[in-house]
């Protein structure tokens, strides 16, 4: 059966049958992330009462901080009462800050948001070009240097990499600012609106502050940026390849349509339907790929939250960032999967 | 010589074993005519030699600490200089790649057929059974990677085994998806069909007949996917919760020299080019192999 | 210059940022790069690490302080002065005159008996330090009571050390808050705890203006502090997990201090004419514990051979000069008691010797638990070094801090290499956790150090604990130099450093003061030119 001969009646039955499928599987795969992280983060040999009380707390505090912990309780009931409260959009307080884990999230996550943003539109802006450049002159010079590039970004370890490029560009040259998302001096000059520094710097008229926070910005996320770079230039290579065997475009080319053309308006533009998916599923990666980043550079986002909260076994914490890194996981996913069958109905 | 290609080379093979030999041959002059394959093979071939002649590459004891002679910079007697317990910098990248191979082969050697049984598994039999696997792919893939072995190191305890199985836990989801994309392919094949109206079994269809199907694709899977375990290996040294110190695994040469990094630029620097050296390595090599093995 | 005009009116220290160069701080401002990560509350009921300390020490104020100088010299803080009855179960404190919280309220008397009274109901990691002289969440209100406005008496249970006592007064813990301010902000007789983790309701020179974990806090002058008002406006304490960010950081002058600088960053920076060093002597002990369930590490001569067997002055000098000092005692130097006998030097002849009177001629192999921070994987390192001479095989176990720590207090290590910081300012906060273990059984409810490395110490325990009833001063004093002498030969700590706190900072700004506790760091006199 091919998508030509399906009614438009029938197809959106069908339609409805995929999201009620998908839908339920999106539910089933949450519940399985919520169980996992919860054994784990219970498995783990870290006393989370420790987090609360320090070390050198007597039995009786130790006692009574466990109790409301509610890790007296039997392990079921303590997954229960928290899969409850997920239900009402209640994800606990942290122990480490004692803010509402939403409240935590709220703010680490555009920090996050910001770097992979900002990383991929790097990556964006250089892999596409590389991609075709590649598909183009395809076992030639360019070719293999884009490819070279491309497994470079594969090859090199993050954290060292931003090490590098603190030392060089930080420390020798002065050209970026170091560490952290702003300079003390600009540190609570910008109000919060959207979370993201330099929108909110931007919105406000700060254009001192847009340009520190700009500064501290720039150098993380091209590092992020190098690694989407390799996984899009790649991807737009296949992609590119395929599009310029294609009928049309043999077509363009008889009918004397400029190369340029042909490449860039009409076959590009038909191999970035498949591209958006790969940005997509790239953009997830940097969302939850950027622990090290983060660590290097002292970015106060969701991959650090997450780390730290583990190894301190702040139970709530780490599920309410699992839970926000697997909704943008599966968000993605998704998404792909809807493109995918849009594009080749044949994976239905 | 000749008869040799000639024997690999014929257009009729008169075995299965000559048609085989001869679809190698002609797959390795494919990736010799690739220069970059063939710089990805030399680096990994290097890895291996240095691996296995440490103690004869090395000049000093990676161990031997000289608390009066540290965070030297890179000379003659130190060609990458010393750490800051007076450690000799290029001895511990040599015997460090031993660490790098073993953690390299052993969670290939988990993930792999691990992987390659769940995928076939699920898309050979699809239906509920199916549905459960890609489930619990689905949930092992939503959490990042890193941090989901991260967990596991701290839950298994310190140690290069327990660092590998962590690693090992983390890597297999793909595997296993591309194993089952390729058994949905393989399995509408009317061969299959054929053999199953012979009244084979279905493990032994999955067995005998998918899993030797979509053996091409994983093994350039598996190279590629060696440096990512080397860069999550490292990435797990480089928080602290890998290998063992003094052991000289390059994730956590990189994280001693973190605090040096300004002033003796050399004891971070060079283990994380050693990685990148490896990690490209291995990813020329794959790209190489999956030009020539892979073309579907 | 719309923008500059706009950010005039916003805030007090923008006249500046529109004057001066990028990365210079604000002139009224002094901004710190310090590891804070360990904040997790600011309720001085519940404070009990080390940033926190810090911040509790510079924002409230309380009955007695001690002598920076002399630390076992006490003189009034709050207190005009106080009289102790002749059993030395009652003490009547006389509050000086004219003293107001940060919102004007008047510090009264009545102060004092809520700020004692929250503490010991609430209950929260420190709270033992007040409890420990019988005050109970039933009795607090009968044993700490305002007799006028200006008077308090507290009353304990038995006759203690009246140094001991009011020790304890001089923590965290024992600070007087604001009644009134706290009270309009209880939540369902939480006696203002939610709101305190992130506010504050003192009198002391700085009062909070924002805390916002694993990031910064914001110190903000109270000018009409009885002691005087600050001369810096501000203080911005960032979080800067990195020593090696910390240093640029404040070489490129973005910020004024760097707190947590490591000994090769201190060596690098002494060339910068810009940046002086200051240091202060801290209580943290550096030790090696050696858990007395494993059969090799329980032999009396393995023990001694340990002492003998780590090169102190090679590790102090490559490793932690500059941040620790060698140390051998569990008193810390400017304790009441403390000894500076160094017994142990490294000698491994002396320990195969020793090693082989225990029958293990050719070593052993043991595990330490470590933690992945530097200096401890360095010094471990090096330890490990050391003890192959002797043929012990010592490996190493890395882990995060929280992971070891729960390991330790399960008593499931060999070896535990740790710090002890005291928890006040009195000898038997750390006498009682080296030198005491009352019940050495599985489900003990006092876990001190020498319980965690199962060291049953009957004798011992008794001595060291009656050493709290002492009224004599110079008695009590030679009782805990003879204990530390004793626990030097006998017990199964290796004791190597006391730490040193260093503050790096620009030539423009000076003045922090480095106290004998995290408490007892001070912004008060700082000054920047």
Same mark, same amino acid.
């Given at each position: ?5 399906i009614?438009?009646g ?6 409805g ?7 339920s599987?999106?539910?089933? %795969? ?13 498995v ?12 050198n ?13 509610g890790?007296?309780k039997p392990?079921w009931?303590?997954?229960?009462t928290?899969?409850g ?12 800050t004692?803010n ?8 680490v ?9 900002? !990383? %991929? ?26 490819r ?17 490029g ?6 020798k040259? !002065? ?8 300079s003390?001096a600009?540190?609570?000059f910008?109000?919060?609106? %959207? ?31 190098l ?6 230039s ?5 992609f590119?390849?395929?599009e ?25 533009r038909?191999?970035?339907?498949p591209?958006i ?8 990666q ?6 090290? %980043?983060?660590t ?7 991959g ?14 780490v599920?309410?960032?699992t ?11 998704l998404?792909?999967?809807?493109l ?7 994976t239905? | 010589?000749t008869?040799?290609?000639?024997y ?10 000559q /048609? ?16 970059l ?29 000289n ?6 910079p890179p ?21 460090g ?21 769940i ?33 596991f190191v701290? /839950? ?10 962590a ?16 058994t ?8 299959i ?25 994983l ?9 990512g ?5 490292a ?34 620097t ?5 990685i ?16 020539v093995?892979?073309q579907? | ?5 706009k ?27 310090k ?26 104020d ?21 009289t102790?009855s ?13 003293v ?5 309220n ?15 109901v609430?209950n929260?990691?420190p ?17 700490v ?42 939540k ?14 003192g ?7 924002a ?14 502090w009885f ?8 203080v ?12 640029l950081?404040?070489e490129k ?5 760097a ?8 060596d ?20 090696l514990?050696?858990?007395q369930?494993?059969p ?28 620790y ?13 403390a ?13 195969k ?16 638990d470590?933690?992945?921070?530097n ?13 192959a ?23 499931t ?38 319980w965690?490395n ?20 110079d ?14 030969k ?8 006391q ?24 912004y ?6």
């Amino acid at each position: 059966m091919t998508t030509s001969n399906i009614s438009w009646g029938g197809r959106s039955a069908v339609w409805g049958r995929i999201a009620g499928r998908e839908l339920s599987t999106v539910a089933i %795969t949450f519940f399985g992330l919520l169980l996992v992280t919860f054994l784990i983060a219970r498995v783990i040999p870290i006393d989370p009462v420790l987090a609360v009380v320090g070390d050198n707390a007597k039995a009786d505090v130790y006692d009574a901080a466990r109790a409301a912990l509610g890790l007296d309780k039997p392990l079921w009931q303590q997954f229960a009462t928290y899969v409850g409260k997920v239900f009402t959009g209640d994800l606990g307080k942290s122990v480490l800050t004692s803010n509402l884990v939403t409240d935590d999230i709220k703010r680490v996550f555009p920090a996050t948001l910001e770097l992979a943003t900002l !990383g %991929t539109l790097i990556g964006v802006a250089l892999g596409v070009p590389l991609g075709v450049l590649a598909a183009v002159y395809q076992g030639r010079w360019p070719d293999q240097l884009a490819r070279l590039i491309g497994l470079f970004g594969y090859s090199v370890p993050v954290f060292w990499f931003g090490l590098m490029g603190l030392l060089l560009f930080y420390a020798k040259l !002065g050209w970026v600012a170091g560490p952290g998302r702003i300079s003390v001096a600009y540190q609570d000059f910008v109000d919060p609106i %959207t979370g993201v520094l330099v929108i909110d710097a931007a919105l406000q008229g700060e254009w001192e502050a847009f340009r520190d926070a700009w500064s501290h910005l720039i150098l993380p996320a091209a590092v992020l940026g190098l690694l989407s770079v390799a996984y899009i230039s790649r991807m737009a290579r296949s992609f590119m390849i395929t599009e310029l065997q294609q009928q049309y475009v043999i077509a363009a080319r008889v009918k004397g349509m400029s190369e340029f053309r042909v490449i860039w308006r009409h076959a590009l533009r038909n191999a970035f339907v498949p591209l958006i998916t790969v940005i997509a599923l790239s953009y997830a990666q940097l969302l939850e790929g950027s622990v090290l %980043t983060e660590t290097i550079f002292a970015w106060p986002g969701l991959g650090r939250y997450i780390t730290n909260s583990l190894l301190n076994a702040d139970m709530n914490a780490v599920l309410g960032g699992t839970l926000v890194v697997g909704a943008v996981f599966i968000g993605v996913n998704l998404l792909s999967d809807i493109l995918g069958r849009l594009v080749d109905p044949r994976t239905r | 010589m000749t008869t040799w290609t000639d024997y690999l080379t014929t257009d009729s093979p008169s075995s299965r074993r000559q /048609a085989r030999l001869g679809q190698l041959y002609r797959q390795w002059l494919a990736f010799k005519r690739n220069p970059l394959a063939v710089a990805g093979l030399v680096i990994v071939v290097a890895l291996l030699l240095i691996a296995a002649f440490a103690p004869l590459i090395a000049p000093h004891n990676p161990l031997a600490q000289n608390l009066d002679k540290r965070l030297l910079p890179p000379s003659a007697v130190n060609f990458f200089g010393t750490d800051s317990l007076g450690r000799d910098i290029f001895s511990r990248i040599v015997y460090g790649a031993r660490v790098t191979l073993v953690i390299v082969l052993l969670v290939v050697i988990t993930v792999g057929p691990v992987g390659l049984l769940i995928g076939a598994t699920s898309g050979y039999l699809g239906g509920w059974v199916d549905r459960l696997l890609m489930r619990i792919t689905d949930v092992f893939l939503a959490f990042p990677r890193l941090v989901l072995a991260l967990a596991f190191v701290a /839950a298994l305890g310190p140690g290069l085994e327990n660092a590998v199985i962590a690693i090992a836990i983390t890597a297999w989801p793909p595997y296993a998806r591309v194993a089952r994309a390729e058994t949905l392919i393989i399995r509408q094949q009317d061969y299959i069909a054929a053999v199953r109206l012979q009244g084979a079994s279905q493990w032994r269809i999955v067995w005998k007949h998918v899993v030797p199907l979509c053996l091409p694709s994983l093994i350039v899977r598996t190279t590629l996917d060696m440096a990512g375990i080397i860069l999550t290996a490292a990435g797990l040294g480089f928080l602290g919760l890998g290998a063992q110190p003094p052991i000289p695994e390059w994730g956590a040469m990189i994280s001693a020299g973190r605090e040096q990094i300004f002033d003796q630029w050399w004891v971070a620097t060079f283990p994380g080019l050693a990685i990148c050296v490896v990690a490209l390595g291995f990813n020329l090599l794959g790209d190489g192999l999956r030009d020539v093995m892979d073309q579907r | 210059m719309r923008h500059v005009a706009k950010l005039l009116t916003v805030s007090a220290f923008t006249a500046l940022m529109a004057t001066t160069a990028m990365a210079q701080t604000p002139k009224d401002t002094v901004v710190m790069a310090k590891q804070i990560d360990d904040i997790i509350s600011l309720d001085p009921a519940e404070v009990f690490e080390f940033s926190g300390g810090e911040v509790v020490g510079n924002v409230y104020d309380k009955l007695v302080r001690f002598d920076l100088a002399d630390p076992s010299k006490l003189y009034g803080d709050l207190a005009e002065g106080w009289t102790i009855s002749p059993d030395s179960k009652t003490y009547t404190f006389k509050l000086k005159p004219n003293v107001k919280f940060h919102s004007g309220n008047p510090l009264t008397a009545a102060d004092v008996v809520y700020s004692f009274q929250r503490a010991v109901v609430l209950n929260k990691s420190p709270g033992f330090i007040l409890t420990q002289f019988g005050l109970t969440k039933d009795n607090v209100t009968e044993m700490v009571k305002a007799v006028d406005d200006k008077t308090v008496t507290i009353t304990v249970d038995k006759p203690y050390a009246p140094s001991f006592f009011l020790n304890c007064l001089t923590a965290n813990v024992a600070v007087i808050v604001d009644s009134k301010l706290v009270k309009a902000n209880e939540k369902a007789g939480d006696f203002g705890y939610e709101w305190l983790k992130q506010n504050s309701a003192g009198s002391g020179a700085y009062k909070l203006r924002a805390w916002r974990a694993n990031e910064q806090y914001t110190l903000e002058a109270n000018p009409d502090w009885f002691m005087g008002a600050p001369k810096v406006k501000r203080v911005v304490v960032r979080h800067v997990a990195e020593p090696a960010s910390q240093r640029l950081l404040l070489e490129k002058g973005d910020v004024d201090y760097a707190r947590n600088l490591s000994k090769d960053q201190l060596d690098s920076i002494k060339s910068n004419a810009d940046i002086v060093q200051q240091v202060g002597d801290k209580g943290y002990i550096l030790y090696l514990g050696l858990n007395q369930k494993n059969p090799n590490l329980a032999k009396p001569e393995v023990r001694e051979a340990l002492k003998y067997l780590v090169d102190y002055d090679s590790i102090e000098r490559n490793i932690v000069a500059g941040t620790y000092k060698p140390h051998q005692a569990f008193l810390p130097k400017g304790f009441l008691g403390a000894i500076d006998d160094r017994p142990y030097k490294f000698d491994p002849a002396k320990a195969k010797e020793l090693l082989a009177k225990a029958g293990l001629p050719n070593g052993f192999s043991v595990t330490m638990d470590t933690r992945s921070v530097n200096p401890i994987t360095d010094i471990a390192q090096a330890v490990q070094a050391n003890w192959a001479q002797a043929g012990i095989k010592l490996e190493l176990i890395p882990g995060d801090g929280k992971q070891t720590l729960t390991k330790y207090r399960a008593r499931t290590h060999d070896i535990y290499i740790g710090q002890w910081g005291p928890d006040y300012q009195d000898p038997h906060t750390n006498a009682e956790t080296f030198a005491i273990n009352e019940n050495n059984a599985e489900d003990a409810r006092s876990k001190t150090l020498a319980w965690r490395n199962a060291w049953d110490i009957p004798e011992m325990s008794k001595k060291t604990g009656a050493l709290v009833f002492e009224t004599d001063s110079d008695k009590r004093k030679a009782g805990y130099e003879a204990i530390e002498r004793e626990h030097q030969k006998v017990s199964p700590f290796v004791i190597m450093f006391q730490q040193v706190e260093v503050a790096a900072h620009r030539k423009n700004v000076d003045g922090l003061i480095l106290g004998p506790g995290s408490a007892a760091n001070l912004y008060s006199t700082l000054s920047k030119n």
